[in-house]
């Protein structure tokens, strides 16, 4: 599976830190901001990465909050992003909601052992395939 990275200012730090755990996981990873850059806002680095989102790829949002980068991704078509907060969240929302991108804190995640567990459950959690769930998701778009 190819996973895509891309961060704004707030989260870009916490992106790099995570880079070397996602290496061991045996993805491709596919950083779409490998650099600072002062003009990376979180809306166009959002727009950047789901542009290049498959449907057979994921992808990991980095900013202040994970508020804005979701809020941004989740204008595209056929993105279902949510802010990870906890291990067990993300799990679920993997499970219910079928979600291709997680959103992760800069300010919030600096403990990266946390958010290392949150990308886990998010990357190895099926989509359930219970017809209630399924349906659910078809309704998003």
């Known amino acids: 599976m190819t996973i895509y990275l891309a961060a704004d200012h707030a989260g870009f730090a916490l992106k790099d830190r995570l880079k070397a755990h996602l290496s061991r996981l045996g993805n491709k990873l596919v950083d779409l901001t490998p650099i600072f850059k002062d003009g990376d806002d979180y809306p166009g680095v959002a727009k950047k990465l789901t542009g290049k989102l498959s449907k057979a790829g994921r992808g990991i949002l980095f900013c202040g909050s ?22 067990e969240e993300v799990k679920q ?5 079928d979600i291709n991108v997680l959103c992760l804190s800069g300010w919030n995640h600096a403990d990266e052992s946390k958010a290392a567990k949150m990308i886990d459950a998010f990357l190895k959690t099926r ?14 778009g």
Do not use: Y
Not at 70 to 75: D, G, K, L, V, Y
Not at 127 to 140: D, F, G, I, P, Y
């Open 127 to 140: 989509a359930s395939t219970a017809a209630r769930h399924v349906r659910r998701v078809k309704q998003l």
């Open 93 to 97: 929302a993997r499970e219910h909601n």
């Open 66 to 87: 994970g508020v804005g980068v979701c809020i941004a991704a989740n204008r595209a078509k056929g993105i279902r992003a949510a802010v990870g907060h906890s291990t």
